[in-house]
């Protein structure tokens, strides 16, 4: 799998949008971006996961760059809760036990 | 609603004792992961299975054994533990094709302390 490039840790002040960037300059075609958050002495929680197009659910947004390379989570209110820290993973998904392999990802606190 | 179960929350051993973790999903898939995650290197691979009595090593199978005997349990094992195994432990599972084959559901994570 591509590995990816996050940023170590980002504020955000409580109510605002928080945007967490990804780099993932070496993706494949059929490498989906996978989204998945962890809070504090939970297991990792998926959020999103996206090929090309933007995509949106309850939870957050996803933005990938045209050419792939790049995306952004965007959680658009960000409350307390959100505070985690936050993994960006590629992953090929025509395969069917591909494990997710995941980096050190961004901590992100949500701020009062 | 899904659900991926962990024998204990907490767990103390003691150095040379053998310990089983064991995971359990009630959704019938195939493919179950053992991670353990450690302060700075994040989550990291250890075993996984995608079919009873099949496991594949993942990055860090040393010292590490699994047995997988039926479909919705997988356990993990440490013949003989050691103090660099201290660790939090996470199991997770997902289903080859269908609902759920985009999200890889995890357990709440066993933290094991080796003296």
């Known amino acids: 799998d591509a590995k990816t490039t996050q940023p170590p840790s980002m504020d955000c002040a409580e109510g605002r949008a928080a945007n967490l960037p990804c780099n993932h300059s070496?993706?494949?075609?059929?490498?989906?971006v996978y989204w998945y958050r962890q809070i504090h002495s939970q297991g990792p929680q998926y959020i999103i996961h996206?090929?090309?197009n933007n995509e949106t659910n309850e939870m957050a947004s996803l933005i990938i760059t045209e050419d792939r390379k790049s995306s952004t989570l965007i959680l658009p209110h960000a409350t307390l809760r959100d505070t985690a820290v936050y993994y960006c993973?590629?992953?090929?998904?025509?395969?069917?036990?591909?494990?997710?392999?995941f980096g050190k990802g961004t901590r992100l606190s949500v701020i009062a | 609603d899904v659900k991926v179960t962990q024998s204990s929350r907490y767990l103390v051993k003691r150095t040379g004792e053998k310990v089983f973790l064991e995971c359990v999903q009630d959704?019938?898939?195939?493919?179950m992961f053992w991670y353990r995650q450690d302060p700075g290197l994040g989550l990291r691979l250890i075993y996984f299975?995608?079919?009873?009595?099949?496991?594949e090593k993942g990055d860090i199978p040393e010292g590490y054994s699994v047995s997988r005997e039926k479909k919705e349990r997988f356990s993990l094992i440490l013949e003989s533990a050691s103090t660099n195994q201290t660790s939090m432990y996470l199991c997770?599972?997902?289903?080859?094709?269908?609902?759920?084959?985009?999200?890889?559901?995890f357990g709440p994570g066993t933290r094991l302390t080796v003296l």
């Open positions: 993973i590629v992953r090929v998904v025509d395969s069917g036990n591909t494990p997710l392999v």
């Open positions: 070496t993706i494949s075609g059929n490498e989906y």
């Open positions: 996206g090929l090309k």
């Open positions: 959704m019938d898939h195939e493919n």
């Open positions: 299975s995608y079919d009873v009595k099949m496991k």
């Open positions: 997770a599972s997902f289903p080859h094709s269908g609902a759920g084959y985009n999200e890889q559901f």
